[in-house]
């Protein structure tokens, strides 16, 4: 079974520009997470959709981030106009509920986003 | 201000010893804690959890405790081998949350 899979790996962008990162969460999974990592600090989460629909956003850190998860299968996160502390690993990640309060998410390898 | 916290950056052990690597958190709401554990340019691999209805869960060479009292946990490595060397990351959840804080990880190196 394939895991979660996240395009692309890296990305380098000047100051300003527009870039779009892709998660595709594992088959089936309903839930899908985006987090990130700054500077090599602690992952902090962004945002839950349940398929298609977003459940919590209380971590996006601002309107320059858009995250989309039409038709409830693959999301996107995009970051307009980029600014050079949105720099990091941008990690997606997916479960499928379960009888149990907590779901184990599923990580995909992230992308690492460079604003230069 | 961090709500799960892991006070050592690093950690070395030799193989075959055992390896403890401790997290503390501020909410008394967390009721869920996993383990998760990484290597460079990967994601995050879960590793193991507990509820907090125990105080201990164990998995093969890895346990974890729980001192909720303390607001507490840690996670024993028995014995320890080299391809263990990552960084790990506890992370937390509330009630019925499905977003988990993670501390800042721990990077674990086990020498051969």
């Known amino acids: 079974e394939a895991g979660v899979t996240q395009f692309p790996s890296h990305s380098v962008i000047e100051k300003g520009q527009t870039v779009t990162l892709r998660c595709d969460p594992i088959?089936?999974?309903?839930?899908l997470y985006w987090y990130r990592r700054v500077m090599g600090k602690e992952i902090k989460f962004l945002l839950h959709?349940?398929?298609?629909?977003?459940?919590?956003e209380s971590g996006m850190p601002n309107n320059r981030f858009l995250a989309e998860r039409t038709g409830g299968t693959y999301s996107t996160l995009k970051v307009q106009p980029a600014e050079l502390e949105d720099s990091g690993v941008y990690f997606c990640?997916?479960?499928?509920?379960?009888?149990?309060?907590?779901?184990?998410?599923?990580f995909g390898p992230g992308t690492r986003l460079t604003v230069l | 201000d961090q709500q799960v916290k892991q006070n050592s950056p690093s950690l070395s052990v030799q193989e075959g010893r055992i390896s403890i690597l401790n997290c503390d958190y501020t909410?008394?709401?967390?009721?869920?804690f996993l383990w998760y554990k990484k290597y460079p340019a990967e994601g995050p691999t879960f590793l193991i959890s507990?509820?907090?209805?125990?105080d201990k869960n164990e998995d093969g060479r890895f346990t974890v405790f729980l001192n909720k009292s303390a607001k507490h946990l840690s996670l024993h490595i028995v014995p320890s081998q080299p391809g263990d060397s990552a960084v790990y990351f506890c992370?937390?959840?509330?009630?019925?949350?499905?977003?988990?804080?993670f501390g800042p990880g721990t990077r674990l190196s086990v020498l051969p």
């Open positions: 909410n008394s709401m967390f009721d869920y």
């Open positions: 959709f349940v398929k298609e629909s977003k459940q919590d």
């Open positions: 990640a997916s479960s499928q509920p379960t009888s149990a309060l907590t779901d184990t998410q599923y």
């Open positions: 507990i509820s907090s209805i125990k």
């Open positions: 088959s089936g999974h309903d839930n």
């Open positions: 992370a937390a959840s509330a009630p019925y949350g499905q977003n988990f804080v």
